[in-house]
């Protein structure tokens, strides 16, 4: 299906706009604008003569400055930008009243999951996760999840997958630095996570720096829910003792079923990687309209990505109408900003040279489109990186933007599904929770038929409205969380490993 | 066996001995020495009457100054010690000769090995390794790797193995921060191990950060060597490309066959972890004995862990008889107290809850423990993290101490064989080369018998002397090496996680 239209001007303010395809030199867009030269799918094209130092405004956004002087017509890639500076924060304040758009009748207000007695959200899947306190297990760990996945897995059918929380963590590192506490609350909160069912297994080693009293409550910590290798005479005698508490987990898991829930047990995240310049136009917008139908049907629904949205954080401060959750939005950015700056780089070091490829040529241009998948809820709560919501509606969860790492601290602060939205395309998945693949352009459904699962192009080719596209994104979350869909990643079983955000030291 | 001894005291000059078992109040020891309290096994006893603020002292080294005056008799557990300055680098001057230890006749000189046209290691074992540029492409490769190894490798029976080099690095990071050299050395370099042949594979994504030619040679990037993701259709098609690659490569590697070749052509890398105080005293300086009987053969031996020497860095300048070998010491050990003060933390990070429950009091007695495992040979050449050395001999890799980051920057850094020392017990184990576990007591590998492949405890018992245990250890390598022996971590397939250091921030 061609598109309808050769360029994208968001706003009507805009001196830019963005080519639905690669265009020849001579053709003539937005009615009166002849291409200087050859610009590629998704770049930016010049709608006027911008003097050097002018401003390049996307979105009724400041871009950046150009760097040289820009002909009407010209292709504006990143090396003629001049990155503008980082909103202050000392200035921020909440705004007055948040005016959600207008939405159509839900289609829904209901999904089957597994309802959790300890865990006010409920499970997506029903999955035994052997957690770990230390890399050092893991070797042992996974020798032994082979074997409980071959011979005893198969006769508990009601339990979907057997996963290890395998991570870097746990020792060798400086347990005691002030940011140790991000990893630690992660990995912690992750025992909670509903598609666990509440069912707590951990296999430690014994001489750790993560204790498992800094894991786990101490209710937890007992021969029925804790391992110690060390305790164990020799290799066999620990897997077999790996197996039998697996099994032990399996029998309770294998009695949890599906029931009709009500949304508000839903926790989704939500989340952005391998942008390009349709991002903010087709798939965030569709994302964030989904999230606003979520937030309305009672679910919460979290957004993230810390560098992704630094350059917008006005726009979420207007979002917030409480002081105390705009002040720990401001003091989140602010230990991002000092992070980045004690590794000597600021936040201009997130595009990628596939973002830039993709046509965004800043962090701003890229923050304005991470921030559409937000939608236009209130944002009513700000959490830390691994923290667990304590409200239900829209929540921003302030992690690194690293698809990787964000999608890990957002399963651990219990998303039970994820929508991931991509313009460049990456196979990205987790075995915790399944992910959806969301497309900005057609062409790479067309080009990645059985990665992606839900095509926001036909926007762009008129094919469907935006509201269209959000209810059917929407509709697509709550079956997959309701396990009548499945999406691919989770078919062939395309998962990504389990990366926690550790900024302290090494040791 | 029962331990002749009660204690060991490793130094004439020092106050403090350790129990080589568990000994109750009122067993006299040392001749004049009575216990005061009961002392657990491989504790410190204190050999006079200590005032407050006076020196504890084992190894004849400061471990620390007494917190309170403690009696002759007493048992001194970490709670007693202050822990002293670390030693100043500003004075720091390589030593004028270095006097190696009298050694019995070499046993070998030569082992079994597979030579590489391109690199003057030779490889141990002989493995297809699939390298990635970035974290996102795990997913797919994984499920690739599982069908290579059912189905393809079964062919190729001169292949020991195939691996995923599966990292967390890639994309989501600060690319050009000053220290991101680390991380992006480390994956070039391993690239080139000796264990892999010299057949290179690649699997890259196509929009990440960490872009082929910062890995790769020019010479590499091409379809022979590297799959870009997002070059394929789809995920199909995508197991297609990397199977076929994998395949050709395995046919090349099947013909490698090991052949008898000089000492000087093998990499050992030497490590500890879950040190116990009978580190120092039995299985590090087994593994010191080796090195220097390694080095004196002409292999090359890599110590690394720089908070574990940190506090004996005068001990290694005077090992070092080149200014530009000590400056470039010098400069490492900078660079991590830097790294540590930017993480608001010190080298007292260090010791682990189960190192003092192994009796390390401070990390000064952890680190002449550690020490020991490099021997008495000269220090040719001090090494980044990640950089391969250029001199044969002993040589000190500036890695971080956490076992898994420190075993995987060895193994970046070219080492085709490892002997991992352990006082607590650690399964630790890796899939690129074989490691040996030399334990600290005897009573360990009676407990991990199918884990510990060397115990050390023999020199406490009396069985054996430290050349006589040095000797074993040396032939215990050089059999690993020649792939007459196994030891237990391959037998077992128990592998971490490939852990490479990344100081730069997360974005």
Redesign the interface.
């Given at each position: 299906m061609e598109a309808l239209l050769k360029t994208v001007k968001v706003d009507a303010r805009d001196n830019v706009a963005i080519l639905t395809r690669d265009l020849p030199k001579g053709t003539l867009v937005e009615n009166d604008v002849l291409l200087w030269e050859d610009i590629p799918q998704s770049h930016k094209v010049a709608l006027e003569d911008i003097p050097a130092n002018g401003k390049i405004i996307r979105y009724h956004v400041l871009l950046g400055y150009a760097k040289t002087a820009i002909k009407k017509g010209q292709w504006i890639n990143e090396d003629l930008l001049i990155l503008p500076k980082a909103p202050s924060l000392n200035q921020l304040r909440p705004g007055n009243h948040v005016k959600r758009r207008d939405l159509p009748p839900l289609p829904r207000t209901t999904f089957e999951g597994y309802r959790n007695s300890k865990n006010e959200f409920a499970g997506t899947r029903n999955i035994l996760a052997i957690h770990t306190t230390v890399?050092?297990?893991?070797?042992?760990l996974?020798?032994a999840v082979r074997k409980i996945r071959k011979e005893i897995l198969p006769r508990y059918p009601h339990v979907d997958d057997v996963m290890v929380v395998?991570h870097?963590y746990g020792?060798?590192?400086?347990?005691?630095?002030?940011?140790a506490k991000i990893p630690i609350r992660a990995l912690h909160h992750l025992l909670e996570h509903p598609n666990f069912g509440g069912e707590v297994m951990v296999v430690a080693?014994?001489?750790?720096?993560l204790?498992p009293e800094m894991m786990m409550g101490p209710e937890l910590i007992n021969s029925e829910n804790l391992i110690v290798?060390?305790d164990f005479?020799?290799?066999?005698e620990?897997l077999a003792a790996i197996c039998a508490m697996a099994e032990k987990k399996l029998t309770k898991l294998n009695e949890r079923r599906r029931e009709t829930l009500p949304l508000s047990q839903l926790l989704v995240g939500m989340q952005c990687?391998?942008s390009d310049a349709f991002s903010g136009v087709t798939a965030n917008p569709s994302a964030g309209f989904a999230s606003d139908l979520l937030v309305a049907a009672g679910a919460t629904v979290m957004f993230s990505e810390v560098?992704e949205v630094r350059d917008g954080v006005e726009l979420l401060a207007d979002r917030i109408t409480s002081a105390p959750v705009c002040d720990k939005l401001v003091s989140e950015m602010r230990w991002y900003d000092q992070?980045?700056d004690?590794?000597?780089?600021d936040?201009s070091?997130?595009p990628?040279?596939?973002?830039k490829?993709?046509g965004l040529s800043t962090i701003v241009e890229k923050a304005m489109g991470s921030i559409a998948k937000s939608g236009t809820s209130e944002i009513v709560e700000v959490l830390s990186p691994g923290e667990i919501p304590t409200k239900h509606g829209l929540i921003y969860a302030a992690t690194?933007?690293?698809?990787?790492?964000?999608g890990t601290m957002q399963m651990c602060s219990g998303a039970a599904v994820q929508v991931f939205v991509t313009g460049?395309?990456?196979?990205?998945?987790l075995q915790a929770l399944p992910v959806i693949k969301l497309c900005t352009r057609s062409d790479l459904k067309q080009?990645?038929?059985?990665?992606i699962d839900i095509d926001a192009g036909a926007i762009l080719t008129g094919e469907k409205t935006l509201a269209e596209m959000g209810v059917d994104v929407f509709n697509y979350i709550v079956d997959v969380a309701s396990g009548t869909k499945k999406p691919?990643?989770e078919t062939?079983?395309?998962?990504?490993?389990v990366?926690v955000?550790n900024?302290?030291?090494?040791?």
């Open positions: 890399q050092c297990v893991v070797g042992v996974n020798v395998n870097a020792c060798g590192v400086a347990i005691n630095a002030p940011d080693l014994g001489c750790e720096k204790r290798l060390q005479g020799g290799f066999q620990m990687g391998g560098t992070y980045l004690n590794g000597k780089v936040r070091a997130n990628t040279p596939g973002n490829k993709g690194p933007a690293s698809d990787f790492v964000c460049r395309g990456t196979p990205y998945g080009h990645w038929d059985d990665i691919f990643t062939y079983h395309i998962y990504n490993d990366c955000f900024p302290a030291p090494i040791t």
